[in-house]
């Protein structure tokens, strides 16, 4: 396992700030690991709970604690899907389009979707409440069809349900 | 991430289940799932204790023989339930330990996201310790000195739970550094992944573990030879490691039997079904059971449907037909029909459903996950969707399902870097096979009017 380094109280290029809890976090997830470099991936979601999600200067200021290039990090950033490298809404929808619940009324519920919220995938509505996007099988297919708001998942749901669903969520 | 308002949404909310209540599971029948609650609650550590658990750790550590950890998975032949169906016990036995080799990494591949797979959530969720305790016994036979869960990130009650449970397991001493006295040391973490379907390959996974892109790595060298960060690990699925247990304390003969004889395949499997059936759900019943069985307890197909085809274990296996429900369920048997037994639960489409459609929508899946590494996957798949799409348009060009059928053998096994293109090409050429008709259908007859519309070239 890899040492666990000291907090550097680093900050990243134009002013922004890693908050001093997230480092810590990042410094533990390192431990966890031979190579720091594999704490990667859990160190953009720590910046993306706090900020939504990943902006570039997150990417320096990470690959510094890393203690890797800022090209890597931001290799991987851009490989993984719920890695945000955009500003996202406050939340994001992520409703499966996969076989069971295409077979299940998916086109009805992503239609539902797209005229309830205004907006279509990789779109965040004006009031930045909510960002739409598609996932892989949720494994929820005994629920299909599926879809995930933040870290909760329903299924399933019907078009009739959704102006319930999106409430809760201001 | 944040917590929503609890409200009526409460009743939408995913709760993964069994459909088997407990009167019906017993541990000499059952040893999956018969410890699962009818509430729906995990088994924690009290009451996983009460019903035997942790005495295959126990008993292994006393006999103090790793490799007879090995041989009892070999005699009762586990194969893999990630969905390649390999024999646990060889590749354990193959993996590099002794001399000057360091202890490697056990893995347990958690990244589910086979479409109309949900059979490990279930395990994860409701029976965090089955799971922890197949690890350490996996990681005695392969001298794995630490363990780690790649966890798909969409899974977070599993992650509460296996967390809650791994600190469980470490505070009475399940885990960490001298197991029960034995002198044998080993935890495990939770890692979370980001996304991307391709995590779950065995290789890639090792990449992403480490931090790093997830594309597929060159084989040889296994990952039993050289895996993540150079030392031998072992990855296995989470239901393949929920085995271990039971055959390590009762015996590989014992295990053999649970099949009844259906199949030369010992053991039980979660098997399950979705899509528009009466009851779409998971139930542990003997390896080879067959697909007229697990249709039969989902209540058959909604409404007045009939079956037209079926997936029997996710996406990427080839498409079955109603004649094929008699058929046993087991690797061997469902590998001659053409297809692969994959992660053992059933899709199954209904008659009214457009083959070109459902077609369009699995190529549309593998093309947006393909890793981007190799040709034919990357730039065939892509290609794929637009042709389906254009058949599914009525706009097809002729050639374009001879054209298909180029692309998908491009994909076959073997030509490309892992095995995500002949996933791809799998249930295409089965279609193909079986409904060729209707994609000749979608071929534009010469002089009939072009469609209005410009063929959608959506994103893939
Ligand atoms: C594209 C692709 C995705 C895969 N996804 C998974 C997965 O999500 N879970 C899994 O256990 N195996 C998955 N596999 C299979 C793994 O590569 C590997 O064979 C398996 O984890 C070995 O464990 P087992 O022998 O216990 O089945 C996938 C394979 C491919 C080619
Ligand atoms: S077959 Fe596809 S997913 Fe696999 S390595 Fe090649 S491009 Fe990547
Ligand atoms: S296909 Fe949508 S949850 Fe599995």
């Known amino acids: 396992m890899a040492t666990t380094p000291q907090t550097t109280g680093l900050i990243g290029s134009d002013g922004f700030h890693l908050h001093p809890a997230d480092e810590a976090a990042m410094l533990e997830e390192m431990a966890h690991y031979e190579q720091p470099q594999a704490a990667c991936i859990e160190a953009l979601k720590i910046v993306q709970r706090r900020h939504g999600w990943v902006p570039d200067e997150a990417i320096v200021a990470i690959a510094r604690v890393l203690g890797i290039g800022p090209a890597a990090v931001e290799g991987v950033a851009t490989f993984y899907s719920l890695i945000f490298r955009q500003p996202v809404g406050r939340h994001v929808v992520l409703v499966c389009d996969s076989s069971s619940c295409f077979l299940t009324g998916f086109d009805e519920l992503k239609r539902a979707l797209v005229s309830q919220l205004g907006i279509d995938y990789g779109q965040t509505t004006d009031d930045d409440r909510f960002t739409l996007l598609p996932v892989c099988c949720l494994g929820a297919c005994d629920g299909a069809p599926a879809l995930m708001i933040d870290a909760d998942t329903y299924g399933p749901v019907s078009a009739g349900d959704l102006p319930d669903l999106l409430e809760g969520y201001p | ?460």
């Open chain 2, 1 to 460: 991430m944040r917590q929503a308002i609890p409200g009526q949404r409460d009743s939408r909310r995913y709760r993964s289940r069994l459909l088997q209540p407990e009167a019906e599971r017993h541990a000499d029948t059952h040893p999956l799932t018969w410890r699962l609650r009818d509430d729906g609650e995990a088994v924690w550590l009290d009451d996983y204790l009460r019903k035997d658990g942790y005495q295959s750790v126990r008993k292994a550590l006393d006999d103090g023989d790793p490799q007879a950890v090995i041989a009892s998975m070999k005699a009762a032949n586990v194969r893999g339930r990630g969905g390649g169906g390999f024999s646990t016990g060889l590749k354990w036995s193959l993996t590099l330990q002794g001399g000057e080799m360091p202890r490697g990494y056990l893995v347990c591949n958690a990244d589910e996201m086979e479409p109309g797979t949900f059979k490990d959530r279930l395990l994860m969720e409701q029976q965090p310790h089955l799971l922890i305790e197949g690890m350490i016994l996996g990681a005695y036979a392969n001298n794995s000195c630490y363990g780690y869960i790649f966890l798909r990130g969409e899974y977070v009650e599993s992650a509460r739970v296996l967390n809650l449970a791994l600190d469980e397991a470490r505070e009475a001493g399940w885990l960490g550094a001298d197991i029960n006295g034995s002198g044998f040391d080993f935890d495990i973490a939770v890692h979370t992944g980001a996304g991307r379907y391709i995590c779950g390959e065995e290789t890639a996974l090792i990449n992403s573990l480490e931090g790093k892109r997830a594309n597929p790595r060159a084989k040889p060298p296994f990952p039993g030879q050289s895996g993540a960060w150079g030392k031998p690990s072992v990855v296995n699925n989470v239901e393949t490691l929920c085995n271990v247990p039971a055959v390590i304390l009762n015996g590989a003969d014992w295990y053999q039997t649970l099949s009844g004889g259906r199949t030369d395949d010992g053991g039980t499997k979660l098997y399950g079904i979705s899509g528009p059936v009466e009851n779409p759900g998971l139930w542990e019943l003997p390896m080879g059971t067959t697909g007229a069985e697990i249709l039969e307890r989902a209540g058959g197909m909604c409404g007045n449907r009939q079956l037209k085809a079926w997936l029997p274990g996710g996406a990427s296996t080839g498409f079955l037909l109603p004649e094929h429900l008699q058929l046993p369920l087991d690797f061997d048997t469902v590998g001659k029909e053409g297809s692969r037994l994959g992660t053992g639960l059933l899709t199954v489409v209904p008659d009214h459903q457009s083959m070109v459609a459902l077609m369009r929508n699995l190529e549309e899946f593998f093309a947006r996950e393909s890793c981007g590494w190799c040709t034919p996957c990357r730039d065939g798949l892509p290609w794929v969707v637009k042709l389906l799409q254009a058949l599914e348009w009525g706009e097809g060009e002729e050639g374009d399902i001879e054209l298909l059928d180029k692309l998908a053998a491009d994909c076959g096994p073997g030509l490309t870097f892992c095995a995500h293109a002949p996933g791809a090409a799998m249930p295409l050429q089965t279609a193909l096979k079986h409904f060729r008709h209707e994609f000749e259908q979608g071929v534009r007859k010469p002089g009939s009017k072009a469609h209005q519309d410009p063929i959608p070239v959506g994103e893939v």
